[in-house]
Structure formats: C-alpha cells, structure tokens
T-cell receptor
Framework: DGGITQSPKYLFRKEGQNVTLSCEQN?????MYWYRQDPGQGLRLIYY???????QKGDIAEGYSVSREKKESFPLTVTSAQKNPTAFYLC?????????????FGEGSRLTVL | GNSVTQMEGPVTLSEEAFLTINCTYT??????LFWYVQYPGEGLQLLLK?????DKGSNKGFEATYRKETTSFHLEKGSVQVSDSAVYFC??????????????FGTGTQLKVEL
C-alpha cells in the first residue's frame, strides 16, 4: 500500500540527548514536510523540502535539523537545543509544483522528554 | 502574515444533530481553503477544499463554502454520526506567500458525538 510511515510511534529521551524521527514515503511525492502538534496550538511547520537535496526552514525550525538525501526519506533530528521538545510530530508529503493543498500525513511520532 | 482561527472545542453533540464548526482566516493574496480531519490515533487526512471565492467543498456529507466577504470557511454537516468524532482542522494555502502546498493550520476543534 502507498503511504507515509513514521517511526518510532513513541519515543522517550533524556534531556540533552539528540533524537532522530524517521519518515519514509512510497507515494513518489517530491515534497515532504515536518509539523509539530501541541495541544491548543494546532500544527506548526518545522521544515519542508520541495526536492531532493534541498530544504527550507518553516516557522519553528530552531533546535531541529533535517536532511533530504533520498526522495523517499526525510528524517527529523530533534537536538538538545530544542527547549521544549515534548510534542507530537507529523510528517507529510505532497505533489510539488501544484498548489492542490492536499498533504498526505503519517500517523505521527510522540516524543516525550524525561 | 497568514492565520486561521477556529472555534474552541470540544463540541459535544447527539447523533443526528446539525454541526457547524466556525473558521475564519487572514491572508494576503487569494488563498485556497481546506478542512482536514484527524481520527483518534491517526494522522490528518483531507476532508474537503475550495480554491476560490463562492466555491463549495463537500465530502462524506460535510460542506463548507468559501466566503471572501466574511473571510470564512465554516464546516457544516446536517446529521452527525458517532463515527464523525474526531479533531477537525481548518487550513489555508496562500500561493503568494505559502509557496506550493505549504499550509497554515488552525488550532483544531474536537468533535464528540454521543448516542
């Protein structure tokens, strides 16, 4: 089945540790996105990539890093510089170059900092 | 900048009741408007969309009309079911500042439908 796979679904980390969230898609989409979801704040864009080997900061990029070495993969690293990393992280993809607005989302990864 | 404002939840309704979830927006240019739905434990999925003023998006009994004069895109359904219980997000994509499919989301409105 075509879709987006995020892993792990739940992740715990200690303060000061970096952690990487995986996002893989087999939809042949050019564009991929990372959003953060917090209660009462909706979704906020962290990073997005319209094409392989290129990515742009979203609204809340500080403390995060990404890479886009393959079309299928867009991993997100939550670094120790992120002051409040406990959140639900959603990865999405879309057809690039056409403003259809339809994003396809994974099921999310819930990160908890202990 | 762009922003989307939704009514706060949770909204609790009895089955077969009429649903309205309000959404208003602020944007430069001429945005496209969307409603996404998030069922428990899942990611978001597109429910409906409208790309220009006076367009009506519809899907699964839900409807929303793009009202430019009131900058609104309210979600409605004539008769809700328990299976409609979810969180609903209003969103906009502004082709001038957003670039492609970059969306701005509202805070989400939780809907609970009871028997």
């Amino acid at each position: 089945d075509g879709g987006i796979t995020q892993s792990p679904k739940y992740l715990f980390r200690k303060e000061g540790q970096n952690v990487t969230l995986s996002c893989e898609q087999n939809l042949n989409h050019d564009a991929m996105y990372w959003y953060r979801q917090d209660p009462g704040q909706g979704l906020r864009l962290i990073y997005y990539s319209q094409i392989v080997n290129d990515f742009q900061k979203g609204d809340i990029a500080e403390g995060y890093s990404v890479s886009r070495e393959k079309k299928e993969s867009f991993p997100l690293t939550v670094t120790s510089a992120q002051k409040n990393p406990t959140a639900f992280y959603l990865c999405a993809s879309s057809i690039s170059g056409v403003a259809t607005g339809e994003l396809f989302f994974g099921e999310g990864s819930r990160l908890t900092v202990l | 900048g762009n922003s989307v404002t939704q009514m706060e939840g949770p909204v609790t309704l009895s089955e077969e009741a009429f649903l309205t979830i309000n959404c208003t927006y602020t944007a430069t240019g001429y945005p496209s408007l969307f409603w996404y739905v998030q069922y428990p434990g899942e990611g978001l999925q597109l429910l409906l969309k409208a790309t220009k003023a006076d367009d009506k998006g519809s899907n699964k009994g839900f409807e929303a009309t793009y009202r430019k004069e009131t900058t609104s895109f309210h979600l409605e359904k004539g008769s809700v079911q328990v299976s409609d219980s979810a969180v609903y997000f209003c969103a906009l994509s502004d082709p001038v500042t957003g670039g492609g499919n970059k969306l701005t989301f509202g805070t989400g409105t939780q809907l609970k439908v009871e028997l």
